[in-house]
């Protein structure tokens, strides 16, 4: 197939800059995800975005940082499906020990089917693995904008009404 050649001036290319990501500076976020690699690329996008990032592998290892950073997490941002217990079991915890946090919950599955399986309720901060960082600081701005309740542990549940909801997402 040929084309003709194009007889006109070939300027510079336009180039469009995507619009900023929603940024903040100085918060908290503590990421609790056991796949090292998530985890790493997660705490890189919240340095990138001005966060300050805490890392735990493992939901143990995530309370025992929001026991020592008590004062200072505003963010708990969790997988949905981890070792020893689920992600909303971790964040009604974290938030018995931090009143303030928000969480964010991620995952690899659609937000459809987390909300399906009852493992997430209508109205809590959700973001899909693999994210953007676009995707990621909307979330986190989302969750931080939200009117806190009386009771942070209304806002995720109490951990015993998920027991089994997150045993047919494995």
């Known amino acids: 197939i040929y084309l003709p050649r194009y007889p006109g001036d070939i300027g510079p290319a336009a180039e469009e800059e995507p619009p900023a990501a929603p940024s903040r ?6 990421v609790v995800e056991d ?3 998530v985890r790493k690329l997660t705490r890189q996008m919240l340095e990138e975005l ?7 592998a493992s939901p143990a290892e995530g309370l025992a940082l929001a026991e020592r950073h008590r004062q200072t997490v505003r963010v708990l941002l969790t997988d949905v499906i981890l070792p020893e217990m689920n992600g909303r079991d971790l964040a009604a915890r974290v938030a018995q020990l931090c009143p303030d946090v928000r969480p964010v919950f991620m995952s690899g599955y659609a ?8 493992v997430l309720e209508p109205g809590l901060s ?10 990621l600081a909307e979330a986190l701005a989302r969750a931080l904008e939200r009117p806190q309740p009386d009771d942070p542990r209304t806002a995720v549940g109490r951990p015993e009404t998920l027991r089994d909801r997150t045993s047919g997402l494995m």
Do not use: M, N, W
């Open 35 to 37: 796949d090292p690699f």
């Open 111 to 118: 937000a459809g089917i987390v909300s399906e399986r009852g």
């Open 25 to 30: 500076r100085g918060e908290t976020v503590l």
């Open 50 to 56: 001005g966060y300050t990032a805490l890392e735990a």
């Open 126 to 135: 959700f973001v899909q693995k693999p994210f953007s960082v676009r995707e």
